[in-house]
C-alpha cells in the first residue's frame, strides 16, 4: 500500500483547526436536517392540494431513498480515494439544488402551470436530486469526522455529527411553520438557501491537507463483507422502523387524530419537534455523555421503539401521540450513530468512507421499503403501519440481543488506544 505525497508546504491539521472543520461539517448536518423535517411536515397538506394521493406522496420519497442506496455506498468509496472536501461540497449542492427545485414544482403544482403526471414526474425528478446528488454529503463528512477519532471516541464523534442532524430536524417543523407565513413553498427556498451558504462557508473553511492513502488495487469495502452483514441488516431494520412514523404521522393527524389540512402541519411540527428533541437528548446526553458502546445502544433501541409505537397505536389524541413519538425518537437517537460507529469500528482506517456508506444506504433503505407496506396497510386503518412497526421493533430486540456480532461491538478503553492515535488521529490515512 502506496501513500499520496503531501502537498508541498502542507502540515497536518492542528486541534483546532479539526475542531472548526467538525463544526463546520455539523452546522452543515443541521441545515440538512431542517430540510428533511420541512419537507415531512409541510408536503402532505400540500400534496394533497394538488391531487396527490397518500401512496404517491410516500412513493417520491421511496424512489429519492432508492437513489441514495444505489449512490451513497458508491460516493464513499470515491471519498477513499480522492479526499471527503470534494464530496462534502457535491452532496450540499445536491442537497440545496434538490430543494429549491422540488419547492420549485410545487409552486408551479398550486398555480395550476402544471398537474397530473407531468407535475408528479417533475416533483419525482427533483427529489432524486437529493438521493443522486446529496447522498455524497453524509458518507463523505461522517469519514471524515471518522478519520480524525480515536476507535475509542468514534462513536461520540458520529453521534456528534447525527446529533447535529437531529436539532436540524427539531427546528426544521417550527422553521417551516414560520417560513410559511411568507408563502406556503417558501420553506423549501429557505433551507435551499441556507444549504448554499453552509456550501460556500465549507468552500472557504474546511481543512484537507493532503490526500488520501491509496488502497490495494481491488480492495473495497462489499454489500456482503461478513464484518458489516449484521450491522447493515439491523441498520435496514431500525430503518424501515423509523421511516413508518416520519412518512406516515402528517396522514395520521389528519386521519385518526382529526386535524384539517390546514390545521394539521402546526400540530404535526408539535410531534415531529419532539420527537427530534428526543432523538437530540439521546445523541448529545446518552450517546455523547455516557459513552455507551454501540452494543448498548443498539439493544436499548428497539425496547423504547417499541413503546413509542404502541403508544402511538393505542392513542387518538394529541399529547399521548407526542409521548409515542419522543420514545421513538429517543430509540432512534440511540440507534443510527450506533450502528454507523459499530460499522465503522468492524473495518480498516481506509475503508471508512465505504462503509459508511453502506451503512447509510441501509439506513436510506427503510424510505424504499416502508411505503409500499406502510401505505397499503394505511389505506385499510391508520393504525396498521404501527402494528407492523411495533412487530418488527419487537423482532429486532430478539435478533440483537442474540447476535454475537452486535454483542462485540464494544471499542477499546482509553487506556488501549496508543498515545499518538489520541494525539493525532489523523495523521492515517487523512492529515
Known amino acids: 500500500m502506496t501513500s499520496t505525497a503531501p502537498t508541498e508546504g502542507a502540515s497536518a491539521t492542528t486541534a483546532t483547526q479539526r475542531r472548526i472543520a467538525i463544526a463546520l461539517l455539523l452546522v452543515g448536518a443541521v441545515c440538512a436536517g ?6 415531512f411536515s409541510v408536503l402532505p397538506p400540500l400534496a394533497r392540494e394538488i391531487g396527490l394521493s397518500n401512496f404517491q406522496t410516500g412513493l417520491i420519497f421511496a424512489i429519492s431513498a432508492c437513489c441514495w442506496v444505489f449512490c451513497g455506498p458508491i460516493w464513499g468509496r470515491l471519498s477513499d480515494l480522492r479526499g471527503r472536501k470534494p464530496f462534502i461540497l457535491i452532496g450540499m449542492v445536491g442537497y440545496a439544488l434538490s430543494m429549491a427545485l422540488f419547492g420549485g414544482s410545487i409552486m408551479l403544482g398550486l398555480a395550476g402551470a402544471l398537474s397530473g403526471l407531468p407535475l408528479y414526474l417533475v416533483l419525482v ?17 461522517q469519514a471524515y469526522i471518522a ?8 462513536t461520540a464523534g458520529i453521534a456528534g455529527f447525527s446529533a447535529a442532524f437531529g436539532f436540524g430536524a427539531m427546528l426544521g417543523p417550527g422553521f417551516g411553520a414560520a417560513a410559511s407565513l411568507l408563502g406556503r413553498t417558501v420553506p423549501f427556498f429557505a433551507a435551499s438557501a441556507l444549504g448554499f451558504v453552509m456550501l460556500a462557508a465549507v468552500f472557504a473553511f474546511l481543512p484537507e491537507r493532503t490526500g488520501p492513502t491509496q488502497r490495494e488495487h481491488g480492495k473495497r469495502v462489499k454489500l456482503r463483507d461478513e464484518r458489516l452483514i449484521v450491522f447493515l441488516i439491523t441498520a435496514l431494520a431500525f430503518s424501515v422502523i423509523n421511516a413508518i412514523p416520519i412518512q406516515t404521522i402528517a396522514f395520521y393527524f389528519i386521519d385518526r387524530l382529526g386535524y384539517s389540512t390546514v390545521e394539521a402541519p402546526a400540530y404535526v411540527s408539535i410531534g415531529l419537534t419532539a420527537g427530534a428533541m428526543a432523538s437530540l437528548f439521546a445523541q448529545l446526553v446518552i450517546v455523547q455523555r455516557l459513552r455507551l458502546p454501540p452494543a448498548r445502544l443498539m439493544r436499548l433501541a428497539p425496547a423504547l421503539l417499541i413503546a413509542g ?30 450502528v454507523t460507529a459499530a ?3 468492524a473495518v480498516e482506517p481506509d475503508e471508512q468512507g465505504g462503509a459508511i456508506g453502506l451503512a447509510g444506504a441501509a439506513t436510506a433503505s427503510g424510505f424504499i421499503v416502508s411505503p409500499a407496506i406502510a401505505f397499503s ?15 418488527l ?17 464494544i471499542p477499546p478503553h482509553a487506556e488501549d488506544v496508543p498515545e ?3 494525539s493525532e488521529p489523523a495523521a492515517a490515512p487523512y492529515q
Open 125 to 141: 425528478a427533483m427529489r432524486s436530486i437529493y438521493g443522486l446528488v446529496g447522498s455524497a454529503g453524509p458518507p463523505a463528512a
Open 393 to 409: 421493533a419487537a423482532l429486532l430486540l430478539i435478533f440483537v440481543w442474540k447476535s454475537r456480532k452486535v454483542g462485540a461491538a
Open 147 to 154: 478519520d480524525r477519532t480515536s476507535k475509542h471516541e468514534r
Open 309 to 338: 409505537h404502541l403508544t402511538i397505536l393505542l392513542s387518538d389524541h394529541l399529547w399521548p401521540v407526542v409521548f409515542g413519538m419522543v420514545a421513538s425518537g429517543l430509540g432512534s437517537g440511540m440507534a443510527i450513530p450506533a
Open 420 to 422: 499518538e492515535a489520541t
Open 34 to 39: 431542517m430540510g428533511q423535517t420541512i419537507v
Open 377 to 391: 396497510l394505511y389505506s385499510h386503518t391508520p393504525q396498521a403501519p404501527f402494528i407492523l412497526s411495533t412487530t
Open 343 to 345: 460499522a465503522s469500528l
